[in-house]
């Protein structure tokens, strides 16, 4: 058989400079035939040819009949997707779901569980040095300046906290002879050791504004040791003042 009567397919593939013999053998495996080459500095081009295999008539004929065979199987099926138009498509085209059934099959969004409502209603209402780590180490400070009472203030502006405290400073509030600016310290009153932040009841008297509990004292002043039960509220950095709205107050 002369090559006029062979067709063949080509292509051309590059290799580095002095890869001419591996990189043709390795083709050959495949049984592609180098043609010529080409030379540069750094890589050379190979062109490359091998012969187009004819298939024998018998396998034509097998397999336009599986082509055939497959042409069925497509019609078929798009008639069975499509319907047929003699029955005006009502296979095809079913009702769609009715509205309940679609809400139905719908993915519920799951309650609030019984733990999920407990764990909110587990939270106190009144914090103390015992349920409230951030207060215990609050009042336990032994600068009043310290950067995390600014903190603390404004995570817990407007919740009641509870603590023993004592009467450091009491002055009157502007011109009034009743009504006080006091200034509250944690714990037991000292005249050597403070501990906690310079809490402040501003604007009060000592009689209905510090809403006492149980046995009412005949007077308070510098040095009496309190009970505090207080709303939380602003603190000033400038004046390191942490203030307090009393809202139960007991001797002790």
Known sequence: MTDEALRYETRTVKCVRGMEARTAARWEQDGWEVVSQKHGRLQSELSLRRPVRKLPRKAIAIGGGVAAALVVVIVLGATGVFGDDSNGGSDAMADPPSASATAGSRVQAPEPSATSTSDAKAEPAVLTAANSPELATLLQLGDYCDPSIDAFAKQYEGRTIAFDG???KMN???????????????????????????????????????HYTGDVPDTIGEGTNLGVTATVGAYNPTQCLFRLKPVETSAR
């Open 166 to 168: 004592s009467i450091l």
């Open 172 to 210: 009157n509030h502007g011109s009034y002879a009743t009504r006080y600016d006091m200034l509250i310290g944690a714990g037991d009153y000292s005249t050597t050791s403070n501990r906690g932040p310079s809490f402040q009841f501003e604007d009060v008297n000592t009689t209905f504004d510090m």
